[in-house]
């Protein structure tokens, strides 16, 4: 299924999402984004959604435009995060100073070597960090990635293909 057809797809209850996802995915519509990290970010929030009808439009679209690296990133950012947002949700809610404290113990080294540009697997993370909910990986992604030296604009950006591509998903799956 490419992208249109999941935009056709999509019910007249979606039109704004179908009308967002055709703007999201382009240079035009992703300030401070280049194709590679825009169908990056798509690909690693298609994953964290967990829906194969979108995955399957993604992976299709972003077939062209991502090397085997990429895609694999997509997929680390996607696992990773599920793993760290879990955690990190939870250390940050906790009242137990003494939990707080503790080592998380979990292995993450992707995070330090993801095999893509640094730059753009922060936003990838970033990016499932929202999906999945958690403030804490939000907050250390985003002042990662601006520490970086990727514009604010870039950062809102990959919050906004996050957005729509769970809407989507949300949008297939009712019908």
Request: aromatic share 6%.
């Amino acid at each position: 299924m490419s992208i249109e057809a999941l935009r056709s797809s999509l019910g007249d209850y979606a039109k704004d999402i179908s009308l967002n996802l055709g703007n999201v995915l382009t240079p035009e519509g992703a300030p401070d984004l280049n194709e590679t990290q825009i169908f990056g970010i798509a690909l690693a929030t298609a994953y964290a959604t967990r829906n194969q009808t979108v995955v399957q439009a993604i992976e299709a679209e972003a077939a062209g435009k991502l090397d085997d690296a990429h895609r694999q990133a997509a997929k680390a950012a996607a696992t990773v995060m599920a793993m760290n947002n879990i955690y990190y949700r939870f250390i940050h809610y906790t009242h137990d100073e003494d939990i707080k404290k503790m080592p998380a113990r979990l292995r993450m080294n992707v995070i330090g070597n993801p095999g893509i540009d640094k730059h753009d697997f922060e936003l990838m993370a970033l990016a499932v960090s929202a999906i999945n909910g958690c403030g804490m990986c939000m907050e250390a992604h985003t002042q990662s990635a601006i520490k970086v030296g990727l514009s604010k604009a870039s950062v809102q950006s990959s919050i906004r293909i996050a957005a729509v591509i769970f809407a989507a998903a949300q949008a297939v799956s009712i019908g």
